[in-house]
């Protein structure tokens, strides 16, 4: 790779990934109220917050991305992003309000749900937000989501997610699967089920930025857990279920001989915007991460040159290079590549130092694991 002319590493680049992303994450504090046990974030405790100023820049930004054809989603994650309070965050919309108007881009919101009160859903439905929700499942499950006193936050997550219920706001849930959920999928799923939510996720459990301790589901427990969401998917109506449905778009197309319609949707640089202003590429999770090797992953400051130049840029930074270098090797040498494509490059610097790597964790727990338990639930049936 470090061989390859400048154009070829852009060819290289234009190979995988979109010249136009198709989500912006924006970190608007480095702050949260809760002190989860498995969070990789290393500064949730410091109160930095993003200045109108930078919302501003980054709406600049936006305004050369958004092309007006399928709006760009605008992620305002953290760092928890209600703990701003509703005054300074709707201080950061503005800039992007006539974007909005426009139908150029959508607003979206990942929130622990411990804040959320009526002023808070009066914000969410006023610039139409989509709404997501992270919890993992009823109180015996949800044990690793603590507040910074070490207090449990299920009741007030609870409570936060009733009152979207009360308003009428829909909102999706991300559930995080560690060793207290792997093996007891049927009573989670029944109760995320129950929340109302019009479509849920797994993160099982990942080795990645200061979460290094715990140690995460196998492939082997993470197959089971799979296998028996499967068999509760068909026994109930029930949310859409992330990973299900992308496996079973993937197998639509497949076989109904549109394999490369599958193999054309290029890879979004996702990319991400901390509360001051600095950019990283491919993986929100690197943003915070310092590495003198790969120059902390920055791609640029918002505030300096736009988004557009950086991804111009792209193949130029080090660590574009070696996750470009990796999935090259994925592609030549994993059976399942073929689904998943290779990506998720902070799990790859997390778990193996090097984004110039192959297999990860990650990728036998959420993605050779789901396939596999498809595969031992049809082949079961076929036997019957």
Known sequence: ??????????????????????TVVLQPTSFCNMDCTYCYLRDRGLKNDMLPVTAGAVAASVDELADGGQPLGLVWHGGEPLTLGTEKFTALLAPFETLRREGR???YVQTNATLLNDAWCDLLEEFEFRVGVSIDGPVALNTQRVDRRGRPAFERAVRGIARLRERGIGFSVIAVVGKEGIGRPEELLDFLAALGCHSLGFNIEETEGVNTERRPPTREQ????????????????????????????????????RKAEWHSRLLDP??????????????????????????????????????????????????????????????????????????????????NGSLATTETNYCRVSCQALVMALSTTVKKEHAV
Not at 2 to 9: E, H, T, V, Y
Not at 250 to 256: D, I, K, N, P, V
Not at 309 to 324: E, K, T
């Open 1 to 22: 790779m470090a061989q390859r002319s400048a154009d070829g590493l852009r060819r290289l680049y234009d190979r995988w990934f979109a010249s136009t992303p198709q």
């Open 105 to 107: 881009v959508q607003h």
């Open 222 to 257: 993470a197959e089971d857990f799979w296998r028996r969401v499967l068999a509760w998917s068909r026994e109930h109506d029930g949310p859409v279920l992330r990973e299900l449905e992308r496996l079973s778009e993937y197998l639509s197309l497949a076989r109904g001989g």
């Open 270 to 351: 996702i990319p991400t915007v901390t509360w001051n202003g600095d950019v990283v590429l491919l993986s929100p999770e690197l943003a915070d991460t310092t590495d003198g090797a790969y120059s902390d992953f920055l791609a640029g400051n918002v505030r300096e040159q736009t988004i557009a130049q950086m991804l111009r840029q792209a193949p130029r930074l080090r660590y574009v290079r070696d996750f470009l270098t990796g999935l090259e090797l994925c592609r030549t040498e994993c059976e399942f590549f073929d689904f998943c494509r290779g990506a998720q490059a902070g799990n790859r610097y997390f778990e």
